[in-house]
């Protein structure tokens, strides 16, 4: 009998703790049913584009050259990881193998639309592409090309297209839960002065977009500050916020601006909470003069948790790549793989593997269960709406990944009634 697409996960991470019990290798338990290319009621599954043979061709659009290199990085290695244990295992449909296509945009626009028309015809689906900007460019092509993609990016509008999978709360909704936290805490106060700096694009104008309304729903004011991806120096904005008397930084950005952020706070004397959109932090920031200042201010509104919580991926990810410095990347790249292993197997089950019966898939799954790496999902929503309305909230601390998770995936009370656009 195959493996559910809900225990594929839990069953691939198992391996990896009997392994190190054992001292055996780690290995997917095989899967294979006999079935071939049969789906669940005995029949052929129709294939087309991006299969070839027993290659099903996954294509990777993703940034490692660019301002989120780092993060790139781990998540397609953590891509790699799951899929060569799911072809060890009997692979997609008890048959198909899959390969990824890697290319690297450089968090470049037209760079990375050039090399989608270099891909698109012969990958079934993309299992990233990271970046708003290029997410959105990329959008009406994608569209038309029947495409599902898992955007490693979480800018509302990357909810529209129909191919889309976001795994994981929209900027906006991260912010609003971020924001509950503080408040929660008496970090925040009824009544007090945000200071937000942000891209320039989409995924800024959604952080902020949550900024404002969290802050109209509690007398507070939003002092704006926008950025390019290329600036570096916060000095300005953090030294203007000073004056301003800002009672929290907030943050959506690349991780480093974070790290000038913090260090200028630091050096004017602003003491006051910092918070992210989740693609703000790297590990490697630790190390930087402003390692301490982030331990104790910064918070990460998160789609993902945390290597406390999930060693056996940890223990997968080093045995794999060992020497660098993981980045909850990993665990991003890592529950990605498992949402499009679900939505294949979806589409297996309904004898339709070619990108329109893939997209069918996508869109009819309701409950998408990542076995607690990920905020749970639901695919089925209305165009516009984020498939979730939980975060998980960390902060910076030493060990792997750099961070902890201080909370469980949770809905923050202004979240309940926030509309996007009010």
Known sequence: MTVGPRTRAAALLLAATVATVSGCSTKAPDNSGGGGDANASGGDVKTGRGIDGDTLTLGVLTDLSGVFAALGKDVTNAQKLFWDDVNAGGGVCDKY???????????????????????????LALQHTIGSPINTALADQMTAD????????????????????????????????????????????????????????????????GSKYFASQHNMTVDEAQIKATDADMSSV??????????????TVAPGQTASAAAVANQVGLTV??????????????????????????FIASPVTTFDKQPELLKKYTDQFPGGTPSLGVVHGYADAVVMDQILEKACESGDLTPEGVLKAKQSLSDV????????????????????????????????????AITEAQEGDDVKNFKPGS
């Open 146 to 209: 029947n495409m599902v993609n898992i955007p490693e990016a979480w800018a509302r509008n990357l909810t529209v297209p129909p191919g889309n999978a976001v795994v994981g709360t929209t900027y906006d909704v991260e912010m609003i839960n971020g924001l509950d936290y503080l408040l929660q805490q008496g970090l925040i106060k009824e009544g007090d002065k945000l200071g937000h700096i942000y891209f320039e694009g989409e995924y800024g104008a959604n952080g902020l977009a």
């Open 369 to 404: 269960d990542t076995d607690g790496l990920a905020v749970p999902l639901d695919f089925s929503v209305q165009p516009g709406e984020s498939p979730s309305q939980q975060s998980f909230i960390l902060q910076p601390t030493d060990g792997p990944g750099g961070a902890k």
């Open 238 to 251: 953090v030294t203007k916020f000073k004056a301003d008397g800002v009672n929290a930084i907030l943050l």
């Open 97 to 123: 193998k899959v390969e990824l296509n890697v290319k690297d945009h450089g968090y470049n626009v037209q760079q990375a639309v050039q090399l989608y028309g270099g891909m698109k015809d012969s990958v």
């Open 273 to 298: 909470p910092i918070l992210g959109n989740n693609p703000v932090f790297a590990p490697g920031l630790l190390d930087s003069p402003a390692g301490q200042v982030l331990k104790d201010h910064l």
